[in-house]
């Protein structure tokens, strides 16, 4: 039987996800976290007494994830462009494909509210398209070029094509992530900057740091799921909201940083290229979700980077150069390793004994 107030988050071990758990118990939330774990573990040690882990992947799961949940939040998946270009049949396996399925599931087992977790980046509009250079909203049309936001829009339009009377999906769109989470990454821009003054001092800006972007503090994110979940169905089912606080252009973005790294006692200087390198280029309105269910972020640039700092020289998060924060670097490596496993079987361990097996060529991954 379904609980009232129990949420199953689906990738809840994620960047994300750790926040957005930990804001669900602060507030009274029967939480689950159903993840595949690629981070690990550890960032759930904070409250891992306080919820219910189901380890396993989304592309083949069991309406059993579902027993205790009244509400679905979906967070896993690939989360990036460079790890869906990497492996797209995958990415789009697990980001549209399995968006569908856990809806399929949710709907017969009765959980209404699935909640997705999508992102701003369907809006990209590359920077050589200057007449689409506006304020966009959940009104524009999108046409996404790139493997990730293609995958996530057509995870909306799966989610959507089952929407009725009694399967309510919400979608988040939301702006690239910043701040301090407990899985940490720095592979997204504002982390990235507060990385290379720590490493480099130095920020760095490609094609003259023109391009603009919709950005929000994981926190304030965090924040938006709340709202979404307790918003009554009315208002939210088959919704579309963007999550955004401001849009900056990067250049802009990285004064804002180094403003919050000097309050801080960092300094770093700003270095700018003009090379081309296919860079994402849009800014979006977050007025609707304002208007609808009077959620805002609170949190700026500048905080947040101050906050972050504090977090990361109190955790001991200054091992940059980790391949556990950069997604593409952490599952490339983990395929490594798989590679490695399945012949060695163990590393220090003693193999149990078996027959020497012929091994035949491997191909590598496309
Ligand atoms: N980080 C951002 O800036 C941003 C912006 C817009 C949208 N999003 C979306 O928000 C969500 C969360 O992002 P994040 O930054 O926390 O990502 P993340 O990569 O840190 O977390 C994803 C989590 O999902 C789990 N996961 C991945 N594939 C899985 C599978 N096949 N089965 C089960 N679990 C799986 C991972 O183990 C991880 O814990 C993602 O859907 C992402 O696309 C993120």
């Known amino acids: 039987m379904n609980e009232t107030n129990s949420v199953l988050v689906v990738g809840g071990a994620g960047y994300l996800g750790c926040v957005l758990v930990e804001e669900l118990l602060s507030r009274g939330y ?12 550890t960032p759930l040690r904070k409250f891992r007494d306080r919820i219910r882990l189901l380890t396993g992947d989304i592309r083949c799961t069991s309406p059993a994830i579902f027993e205790r949940a009244s509400a679905l939040i979906n967070l896993g998946g690939l989360s990036n462009d460079p790890t869906a270009e990497y492996n797209p049949e995958a990415n789009h396996q697990m980001n549209t ?66 929407h009725d009377a009694d399967f309510a999906p ?6 690239t992530l910043f701040g301090f ?24 800006l490609h094609y003259g740091g023109q391009m603009w972007r919709p950005l929000v503090d994981v926190r304030d994110a965090a ?11 009315a208002v939210v089912s088959g919704q579309i909201f963007n999550i955004v606080c401001e849009n900056f252009r990067i250049s802009e973005l990285a004064f804002r940083v180094r403003e919050g790294l000097q309050a801080k006692g960092i300094s770093a200087d700003i270095k700018c290229a003009f090379q081309y390198a296919g860079i994402r280029n849009y800014r979006v309105s977050g007025k609707k ?11 700026s640039v500048q905080e947040s980077v101050e906050y972050m700092v504090d977090q990361i020289r109190e955790h001991g998060y200054t091992d940059f150069d980790n391949d556990r924060y950069y997604n593409i670097r952490w599952m490339k490596l983990l395929e490594q390793v798989k590679q490695t496993i399945d012949i060695t079987g163990t590393i220090f361990d003693m193999p149990s004994s078996k027959p020497a097996l012929e091994l035949t060529p491997r191909r590598a991954h496309a």
């Not at 989470?181 to 760095?204: E, I, Q």
């Open 30 to 41: 029967d939480v689950t976290v159903f993840d595949r774990l690629f981070f690990g573990e």
């Open 97 to 162: 494909v399995a968006t569908r399925t856990l809806a399929e599931m949710a709907k017969k087992q009765g959980v209404r509210r699935y909640i997705f977790a999508s992102s701003c980046s369907v809006y990209d509009v590359g920077v050589v398209d200057e007449d689409r250079d506006v304020l966009l909203n959940e009104e524009s049309p999108v046409q996404p070029r790139a493997a990730y936001a293609t995958s996530k829009l057509a995870g909306e339009l799966e989610l959507m094509a089952l």
């Open 170 to 175: 919400v979608i988040l769109r939301m702006g």
């Open 181 to 204: 989470s407990p899985r940490m990454r720095y592979d997204l821009v504002v982390n990235t900057f507060v990385k290379d003054a720590f490493t480099k001092g130095c920020l760095h």
């Open 223 to 233: 924040r938006a799921y709340v709202a979404a979940l307790e918003a009554p169905e």
């Open 289 to 299: 979700i304002f208007q609808r269910l009077n959620y805002k972020p609170v949190i």
